[in-house]
């Protein structure tokens, strides 16, 4: 089954869902924040067939989430880049999301903690320009600034 793109569309979150809306491609970020990094540590993590993994680092590569470190005599190693990292909101914010909605049996499995001080953080939340705490029902979404005004 071919996957249909959404990288020419005019909305960066179809243009991000195209790079990261595959839960594989979730789930091997997931785990490059845990520190895999090999082919067979992703595989045997995950239990993702191999072609479906070769794949999916190709996919994370080209566009810039994951960079392949090569070296001679040995298997390549995948690590995050910045744009790669830049991903643990989205990652805490729908971790926090199933924490909530969708638990596993006997609660939580994974915990996130300032690393300085071992604390769990805070639940990520909705903030207006000035810092000033919003709830969802306090922000509009809207394609153009125009639509604001015809609300």
Known sequence: MTRTSLKDWNCSLAR??????DKWAMLIVRNAFFGTTTFSGFQAELG????????????????????????????PRYK??????ELSTVFIAL????DKHVPPPGG??????DR????????????????KPLSTKEVRFAK????FEKR
């Open 48 to 75: 993702i067939a191999k072609n479906i993994l070769t794949n999916r680092l190709k996919h994370l590569t080209e566009n810039g989430i994951l960079r392949r470190l090569e070296k001679d005599g040995c298997y």
């Open 144 to 147: 153009t600034p125009a639509d």
């Open 116 to 131: 300085e001080t071992l604390q769990p953080i805070r639940a990520l939340a909705l903030q207006s320009g000035d810092g």
């Open 16 to 21: 991000s869902l195209d790079i990261i809306g």
């Open 95 to 98: 971790l926090q999301w199933g």
């Open 108 to 113: 939580p499995p994974l915990q996130i903690v």
């Open 80 to 85: 995050l880049t910045p744009a790669g990292w």
